[in-house]
């Protein structure tokens, strides 16, 4: 019988060779670190029928990056990569509130509906356009997604005439800066989006069929699987996913900005989904460790201006975050740090010989 000292060590070391041990470990100390310096960070508040406070406040402003994530990781898990979603972000954003504002009554539900499903279909066919260079033209991803990250911040300069749209509609104030049942009510998008991407990809076929696609693309083409298709289908998922996210930043600030909306937030995408343990060799990936890594960025985002850190030197000390996340995932960087030495792999015993191999073999002359 195993006594519980010998268990601990060896359920301590199960835990932290867990995926999803170390971004959650890094989670909690970034939390941890705004304390001292706000004291009351993990207060929560009701005011005017609402939930106040930090901690809300990470989920308020990370949601557009955890959505722009989710898609993120299905396309890394194929072996491809977006670099298009934050122009996508900022052509939906641009085409909706520019709908919005023509209208002679920015409040009616009708024409607020119609502008989300036009800033919506042009970010699935910015999706579409990218998986057909990808799957169908054979072009690298990383360039075939370049091309509207380019074109698409001077198509949304364009859309706005190169200025910021403003609107006035609280219907579309809802989306990312209204409140539902006392929280705000993009927390409740994000959720669906998460739980129906979860659903499809671990309750069906497909999440299999992602991951064979992005382990051996031949592979699976021999074995029938039609990997152009799925490839497409997951940069539409994706841009989808950014086109939301694009209605939820020109929602909160009831603006569409083409030339600053979504900013890098495809380098902050991608950073969620590695942070996640999600390989951008393709295969296996991860939605629950994309959200945590995700979290993980907008919070170090809120700890850099929580304790101070100089505006000019934030980005490198962002940087300097992320790479021991990176690190502290890698098992051979642990197993140096942390001096755990790699055992020799004990071979057993080889087996006894059948009676069928025993048996000298004769040869055959001829």
């Avoid at 970034?30 to 993990?42: Q, S």
């Avoid at 890394?76 to 670099?83: E, F, K, Q, S």
């Avoid at 074995?223 to 209605?247: E, P, T």
């Avoid at 495809?266 to 942070?275: G, Q, T």
Wanted: net charge positive; glycine share 10%; hydrophobic share 55%.
């Amino acid at each position: 019988m195993s006594t519980p000292s010998a268990t601990t060590p060896a359920r301590w070391r199960a835990l932290t060779h867990h995926h999803l041990f170390w971004p959650v470990a890094v989670l909690v100390a970034l939390l941890l670190v705004n304390v001292p310096f706000t004291p009351d960070f993990f207060a929560i508040r009701m005011a005017d029928g609402h939930l106040y406070g930090s901690l809300v406040s990470i989920v308020l402003f990370g949601s557009p990056l955890i959505l722009v994530a989710v898609g993120m990781t299905l396309v890394i898990a194929t072996g491809g990569i977006d670099l298009s979603v934050g122009a996508v972000v900022a052509i939906t954003g641009a085409l909706t509130c520019s709908y919005i504002s023509d209208q002679a009554d920015q409040n009616a539900l009708a024409g607020v509906f119609l502008a989300m499903g036009i800033g919506l279909v042009a970010a699935v066919v910015c999706g579409l356009w990218n998986g057909f260079l990808v799957a169908r033209m054979g072009i690298q991803p990383i360039i075939a997604t370049l091309i509207i990250m380019v074109a698409g911040r001077g198509v949304a300069q364009l859309i706005t005439d190169g200025q910021i749209i403003t609107i006035n509609s609280e219907p579309y104030k809802l989306i990312g800066g209204g409140y539902w049942l006392t929280l705000p009510f993009s927390i409740f998008v994000v959720a669906a989006v998460v739980a129906v991407t979860v659903a499809l990809t671990r309750r069906t076929a497909l999440g299999l069929l992602v991951e064979s696609v992005g382990g051996n693309a031949e592979a699976s083409r021999l074995v029938g699987i039609r990997s152009m298709r799925i490839k497409i289908m997951v940069y539409m998922f994706c841009a989808l996913c950014a086109g939301i996210a694009g209605l939820m930043i020109s929602s909160n600030t009831s603006a569409a900005d083409g030339n600053n909306a979504g900013l890098w937030i495809e380098l902050d995408a991608i950073l969620a989904v590695v942070i996640g343990g999600t390989s951008l060799l393709g295969g296996r990936f991860s939605i629950g460790g994309t959200v945590i890594g995700a979290l993980v960025i907008q919070t170090l985002t809120t700890t850099i201006y929580t304790i101070g850190v100089p505006t000019q030197t934030n980005l490198v000390f962002k940087a300097a975050v992320v790479i021991v996340v990176c690190l502290l995932q890698s098992p051979k960087f642990r197993a140096k740090v942390f001096g755990a030495k790699g055992r020799a792999r004990v071979t057993a015993p080889a087996e006894p010989a059948t009676p069928a191999d025993a048996a000298p073999k004769m040869e055959v002359s001829r």
